[in-house]
């Protein structure tokens, strides 16, 4: 591919964990691709969003992801917590869908989390946060079927990142105790969004795909 024509991808929290492989994945499928960290968009700031949105108009990919929020439980969550992780986990995302035009044909990848099937009672702010951003998203397919934009809420289980050494403290034994025996490998997530971006998979947008080796007991 000629870098002149190469389609731009954007990934928000591109920079570790399971977004960094995206990234990566897309760079090997010839995507002229804009890593980001929190230097680049921090989404629990509207001012660095803003900032970000007027330098990014479009792009032809995107992938929604940053940090997850602390485990707490109920009655620990603060008006803060909620405040900052609505930013974070919500209305960025909406900022940027809003804002930034993902061209005809394009793909928007939601990262979100397997707590949305079945919320527990410690991570309380992922789960009640990103299943409400799920729900906006599948209005945004909706909104978008006629541009053809394919629109795919991934939902992880545990992954080897940063992110599960910060809710597990034994690793070894947690591994063990889930049903497969074994964490997710990030390139796993990497090479499925290559893939479906690469063979342009269209039929499944507005699904949500669970990533999270038989956790969730459903099939549906
Ligand atoms: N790994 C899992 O087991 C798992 C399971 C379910 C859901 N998830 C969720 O999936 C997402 C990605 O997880 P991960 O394991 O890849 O996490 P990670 O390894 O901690 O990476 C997080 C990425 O997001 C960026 N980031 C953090 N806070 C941000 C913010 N406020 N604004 C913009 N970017 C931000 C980080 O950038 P910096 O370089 O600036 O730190 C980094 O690139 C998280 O929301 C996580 O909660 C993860």
Redesign the pocket.
Known sequence: MKSSFKKKAII?????????SISTNLKKAGFAVTS????E????KLYSVNEFIKKNKSADLIVL????PPPKKFKQITIDDWKKYFN??FLSYFLILKNIDIKRGGYVFY?????IKEPGNSIII?SSLRSAMSSLLKSYSLENLKKDITVINIA?????????K??VKDIDKFEKSLPSGK??N?DEIGKFVRFIAQEKIKYISGSTVYFDGNINKSYI
């Open positions: 928000i929290g591109g920079s570790k964990g399971i977004g960094k980001c960290s929190r230097k968009v921090d989404t629990s992801n940053s940090g997850g974070q986990l990262i979100s989390s397997s707590i992922s992880p289980g545990p992954f080897k990142t940063k992110r599960v910060e809710l964490i997710g990030p």
